[in-house]
């Protein structure tokens, strides 16, 4: 699988890079202890950081980040980017615009609130029969926006930029937004849908999971150890 990023030429060298996930995993994980004690069981358990699932959607795909700062001061959005008038027609300059609150009308993602709208400065291409699927940074609860999710067939429509919309959802929020925060994590995914299947377990199936879930609770760090699949690193 190939993802193939392009730019407008005059825009190249200005702007920051789609990334790696794994790359920006967030310091609040890098600097939680691997273990916590619990009032409930008494004593240490280990906490999310030793939880593979948890980490590795986290890790997944990539990231597009934020291409300049952006400063946020009693609800209003400003920056300072000093970058050439791109030679393509039609291509935004500005890192952000706005839906109005109309086009969310009974969303409850929205809650009667215009969306902001961080815009491309990337094309993105997919291979045949891949789409891409965008939304919210995993686990990423400390950004004050809430991207919406988006699913589009980046193998056909590649050519124009994918604009990401987000909710502002901490009006509280004043200081700046920086320079290469993610603001969506994009995964390339298959576009034909799976066979559902449905089966009763077997006898081999019952013994298969009266197995993993003893040896689960026996000891830690088992589907680390044992089910856990080496990943790839992306290249470039």
């Given at each position: 699988?190939?993802?193939?990023?392009?730019?407008?030429?005059?825009?190249?060298?200005h702007l920051v890079?789609?990334?790696?996930?794994?790359s920006a995993l967030p310091d609040w994980l890098r600097a939680m202890p691997a273990t916590a004690h619990s009032d409930i069981h008494g004593r240490d358990i280990r906490t999310v950081k030793q939880c593979p699932p948890f980490v590795d959607a986290?890790?997944?795909?990539?990231?597009?980040?934020?291409?300049?700062?952006?400063?946020?001061?009693?609800g209003?959005?400003?920056?300072?980017?000093?970058?050439?008038?791109?030679?393509?027609?039609?291509?935004?300059?500005?890192?952000?615009?706005?839906?109005?609150?109309?086009q969310f009308a009974a969303a409850p993602l929205a809650n009667g609130r215009s969306a902001i709208k961080f815009n491309s400065f990337w094309t993105i291409e997919l291979e045949p029969g891949w789409s891409l699927f965008a939304t919210h940074p995993v686990n990423r609860d400390?950004?004050?926006?809430?991207?919406?999710?988006g699913l589009v067939d980046a193998d056909r429509f590649h050519d124009g930029g994918i604009n990401f919309p987000a909710v502002w959802i901490k009006p509280e929020f004043s200081g700046v937004l920086a320079k290469?925060?993610?603001i969506a994590q994009c995964f390339a995914v298959p576009r034909q849908a799976p066979e559902l299947a449905f089966e009763p377990f077997d006898e081999a199936h019952q013994q298969s999971y009266a197995k993993v879930v003893a040896d689960v609770l026996a000891a830690p760090n088992v589907y680390r150890?044992?089910?856990?699949?080496?990943?790839?690193?992306l290249t470039r």
């Open positions: 699988m190939r993802m193939i990023f392009r730019c407008d030429p005059k825009l190249t060298g890079q789609p990334f790696p996930a794994r986290m890790a997944y795909g990539v990231m597009i980040p934020l291409p300049c700062d952006v400063r946020i001061e009693s209003e959005f400003s920056w300072d980017w000093d970058i050439p008038e791109p030679s393509t027609a039609g291509h935004p300059r500005a890192p952000l615009s706005f839906h109005p609150a109309a400390d950004l004050p926006f809430r991207l919406v999710s290469g925060t993610p150890k044992q089910f856990r699949a080496k990943r790839g690193r």
